[in-house]
Structure formats: C-alpha cells, structure tokens
C-alpha cells in the first residue's frame, strides 16, 4: 500500500523559511499517472491546496501562496519538499502531504499530517 510521512520541525521563527519533507513508500514518485499535493489546515480554517509536484518534477502553486512557494524533490530518496518562505504567524497550521490520481477528482492517500508553528 501507498504510505506518505511527513517530516520536519514543529516550530519555525517569522521571517524565516519553513520546510517539510514527505516520505513516500509503496510506489515511486516518478509513476505517470500520480501527482504529488501539499496541503494545510489553519486552526478553525478549512483544508487549503498549497501546490503539487508531478512525475516529470514539475510544480505548481497556489495562486495566493505561489510567490512564497517552492515544491522539489529527491528520487534517491522518493521524497518530496515544501518550503514555503518568509513565514509568518499566518503560515501556522496542519500541513499535509497526499497523493492525486489524474483520473480521480480527490486525494487519494495522505500522510498523518504534522502541526507547525510560526512563532517567536
């Protein structure tokens, strides 16, 4: 089964860059037909789509978000990033990592999720 994890830390100070890793196992990044999504939840705000890295290595962004926006990735370690810079207390939230299908209008697989804050 498909398996997504992400990583990083919990706490990142304003202005600077914050940055979070998704393991996937159980299917490599690079398959044709997969898309690769971050995603985050605000406390009291609903999911909001940050961007998406595809099997070719390209990303794309969330308008609102996209001039402060990076999505990369390591095929060594099937790993995909996001690093969202000049952080502000905004930034805070449940961020998550999920897997798209093409064919499919949802995410069909998401990482656990992991809290970060944007505090001093």
């Known amino acids: 089964q498909v398996q997504l994890q992400e990583s990083g830390p919990g706490l990142v100070k304003p202005s600077q860059t914050l940055s979070l890793t998704c393991t996937v196992s159980?299917?490599?990044?690079?398959?044709?037909?997969?898309?690769w999504s971050w995603i985050r939840q605000p406390p009291g705000k609903g999911l909001e789509w940050i961007g998406y890295?595809?099997?070719?290595?390209?990303?794309y962004y969330s308008p609102y978000l996209k001039s402060h926006t990076s999505i990369s990735r390591d095929l060594s370690k099937n790993q995909f990033s996001l690093q969202l810079s000049s952080a502000t207390p905004e930034d805070t939230a449940v961020y998550y990592c999920?897997?798209?299908?093409?064919?499919?209008?949802?995410?069909?697989?998401w990482g656990q999720g992991t809290q970060v804050t944007v505090s001093s």
């Open positions: 999920a897997l798209g299908i093409w064919a499919v209008s949802k995410f069909s697989s």
């Open positions: 159980g299917t490599s990044i690079q398959t044709g037909s997969y898309y």
């Open positions: 890295i595809d099997d070719a290595g390209s990303a």
